[in-house]
Every structure is written in C-alpha cells, then in structure tokens.
C-alpha cells in the first residue's frame, strides 16, 4: 500500500479505461528462494529485483539472524554474503515467517538438517495454516519437529538429527511441501526423490541448478543426492504472474483498456490462468521473450475484450491456484457462468478464498454456488456494497479491480495485507486509471 500498511479500508469504484506500462513488482516465490540459497552458497550473490514485500523481508531478516550479512545498497537490491551449507549458526529467539507460508514450509526442511533447534512462528493468519503436509515426510527423513494440535505453527524444530534421503510421493501436490523435503535433502544421507500427483512449479529445482546443484528434474518429478554445495550466483527476479494477474484482469474487464506489463515471469507451472483467460476470448499477447534466472519471461500486452463463462480444466488448477481470486472477477464479467471444481487448496490458503470470494460476489448481487472443491459464478454487472477482505491481499486486490466496472461504490475491508505481496499495488493501479483510495 502507498500510505504503510496502517489504512486498514479502500474505496473503490468505476474508473476510466486502464492505459499504460507496469514495472510489476518481483516474484515472490523467486524472491524467497532467491535470498535462501544465496545464504547457503559459497561465496557473494547479487539478488536484482527483490520484492520488497513483508512476507519476503521477513525471510532475508530470518537469514540475517541465521548469521548472514545480508546488504541492501538500494531499494530491490541484495547483496547476500553466503556462509556454504553448514554456515548457519542459531537464532536468539523465534524466527517470525509473519504471514508467510512459503518462508515457513521451506525453512521446516532447512532448519530440520541444522545442528541447533529452532522455533518458527508467523502471524495470525499463518498461525492457521495446516503444516503437518510438510512435518510428516520430514520426519520420515529423520526430522523431529513438534507442532501446536492439528500439525499447527509454531514449528519447534529439534537440530542434531541425522537425515536420511527418502523416495515420497506427495498426497497434495505442494512446491512448498517438494521443496522443503529437496532443502532437506541437500543435507541428507543418500538421495532424495519427490514425485507428485501434479506438477507444480519448479522453480527450487530452477534455481538450486541455477546455484550449481547436481538436481533431476522434470514435471512432477525431482531427485538429487545429499553433500552438495551451492556456489554463489548473481539472480535476476522475474515479476510476479500472481501480481500481475489483478492488471490482465482489470484491462481484460474494462472498455478500451490497453496495458503492458513487462517482463513478468511465465513458469509454466505458474501460467494455468493465462490459458484460463484465453480460453474466456482474452486478448493477451506476449512480447520480448527472453530468460532471467532460469525463468522464462516476457512483456505481457493486455487489451479489452468480451468474455465468456467456461469450465474451468481441472489440469489447469494446480498452475493457477493463487490466481483464483482474479479469474472469479473475470468470471463474474463473462457472458454465461463459470464453473471450478479441483479446488479445494483454496480453503487452506490466507483464507478460505472459496468462501471469500463467493461471499464478497453475492454482496455485490452475484449468485454463486458453492461447493467444496469449487464454484459456479453467474455474471451480472457488479452493484456497490461492502466486502470483507478477510486480511487476504489477494482478494482485496481482485474486488479492487472488479470494482472498476461496478455500478456503485464498493469498499473492501481489511486491506493492509496487500502490503505482504505487492506494496504499492494502489499507486500503480491509479497511475493507470484504476478509480482506488483509502477510505
């Protein structure tokens, strides 16, 4: 947010056509991974376009607690003095993830391999999100971790165990589960194997080759053998898909929008709702292909066009998770329903998105049937009203775009989370047009 993270409400309402060109801001998934292993390689790293998020600052000042110097010369930039793979030495106190379940996940496999104890804590939100998935498959590699009942945060991580590589398959495909259980592994005796029911995004394996690790990799699948060392690399992070999803939307949305956003990060594990929004007649075209640290990337052209309601494959489900809470705003700006089934990740994310999403539709006079893998939304023209974010950016984002189309006022409620994963979302969504202000 423009003014902190103090102003709790926004105000949004029907804006004019969105113009212009978006520096979107850094992928957060590659900002936290980035920041991890540059603290474990050998030698200095140069991190460009980090995103300067709460939830991604909180990981590099866990690191810097860990015992990493860690520069940061100007806004977006890190520079990261590695301490090798068994240079980490133990935090004084709980290590606070704040609202970051990626942090938290990864660091369980991290800090399991360590020779002292650790305790992980995180905010409210995170404090209710399910992590026996990944404490499970750690402890059948040796992992003591002791959690709250129900497998719930703070992890309390007991160092000094000797892992062993596993072959695990993962009940819930999971990037954070895999990549906890390959961190894990670099410390481990023998191989470790991740295979999964679904592919999901690849970007650890991306980088940890990126950083000199002998890794397999395909979709679905991962290997690599415990002892390895990292050694350092200079990243370049891509901008974030899930960022610039609110932007596709918004221009898909609004008559005579044109906008571009440039080089945001299209991992083919992340794009599901790119395809999705093709598939609804979006008109998306990408230009200046090229590669940033292992990441394909590319400017993302956006212009207006009708939409219309479709099925939504559940192949594509798992690549576009995050992006639910935008493609229910198109939807609800489609000619004919749309439907989602596969998706039942959506309850045990920052919120229950489902019921948040369906719930803040209906306050705006949308009928949509919930069930409990998914939704039917029926579209109409979005009336004015109150929605409760829930303290859940991504869906204070989606109502803030599908609010530029609604025939009244809409304000949404518990906004200072958007803070955690694109700071200065409302700056840039005004500059280009968007009708957006603290209330």
């Known amino acids: 947010m423009s003014g902190g993270s103090d102003a709790l409400d926004w105000i949004a309402s029907a804006g004019s056509p969105l113009r212009g060109t978006l520096d979107i ?29 709460e939830d991604t600052r909180a990981t590099a000042a866990i690191f810097a ?21 068994d240079g980490l030495r133990a935090a004084d106190g709980v290590l606070d993830c704040g609202n970051a379940g990626t942090g938290m996940r990864l660091l369980a496999g991290l800090l399991a391999a360590q020779r002292f104890d650790s305790v992980l804590v995180g ?65 481990a005796d023998g191989e470790t194997i991740v295979r999964e029911p679904h592919p999901t995004r690849d970007y650890t394996e991306r980088m940890l080759s990126a950083f000199g690790v002998d890794i397999e990799f395909s979709p679905g699948f991962a290997r690599l053998r415990g002892g390895q060392r ?31 956003l440039k080089q945001v990060g299209l991992n083919p594990r992340r794009t599901g709702l790119l395809q999705a929004l093709r598939m609804m007649g979006a008109d998306i075209v990408e230009d200046n292909g090229g590669v940033h640290g292992g990441e394909p990337v590319a400017d993302l052209v956006v212009r207006y066009a009708p939409l219309r309601g479709i099925e939504v494959p559940e192949t594509l489900v798992p690549d576009m998770i995050d992006e639910f809470p935008a493609l229910f705003i198109a939807a609800a700006h489609a000619s ?14 920052e919120s229950d998105r489902l019921a948040a ?17 998914g939704a039917t939304i029926h579209p109409r023209t979005l009336q004015g009203g109150v929605v409760d974010s829930l303290g859940d950016h991504r869906i204070a984002m989606a109502f803030a775009v599908g609010a530029q189309r609604a025939l009244g006022e809409v304000r949404i409620g518990d906004v200072a989370n958007v803070a955690t994963s694109f700071p200065g979302f409302d700056a840039l969504a005004r500059g280009v047009g968007c009708s957006l202000s603290d209330a």
Do not use: C
């Open 336 to 349: 004919g329903p749309t439907v989602v089934r596969g998706a039942a990740e959506l309850r045990v994310k």
């Open 123 to 187: 905010d409210a939100s995170l404090s209710r999100r399910p992590m026996r998935r990944v404490t499970a498959p750690l402890a059948k590699m040796g992992a003591r971790i002791d959690t709250e009942a129900g497998g719930l945060p703070p992890l309390r991580i007991h160092g000094g165990q000797a892992l062993v590589g596993i072959d695990h398959t993962l009940e819930v495909a999971s990037a954070q589960v895999k990549s906890a259980l390959l961190l894990a592994g670099l410390y």
């Open 357 to 373: 999403m369906a719930n803040g539709l209906r306050a705006l006079g949308l009928q949509v049937e919930e069930t409990p893998d």
């Open 230 to 260: 990292l050694r350092a690399t200079d990243i370049a992070v891509p901008a974030d898909f899930s960022s610039a999803a609110f932007f596709l939307v918004a221009a898909g949305i609004v008559p005579g929008s044109e906008l571009r």
């Open 25 to 53: 801001p850094g992928d957060k998934s590659v900002s936290h991974r980035s920041v991890m292993f540059a603290a474990l390689a050998d030698g200095v790293s140069t991190i460009e376009g980090f995103l300067e998020g």
């Open 65 to 85: 607690r860990l015992g990493v110097r860690i520069e940061t010369p100007s806004p977006s930039r890190r520079i990261v003095h590695g301490v090798g793979i």
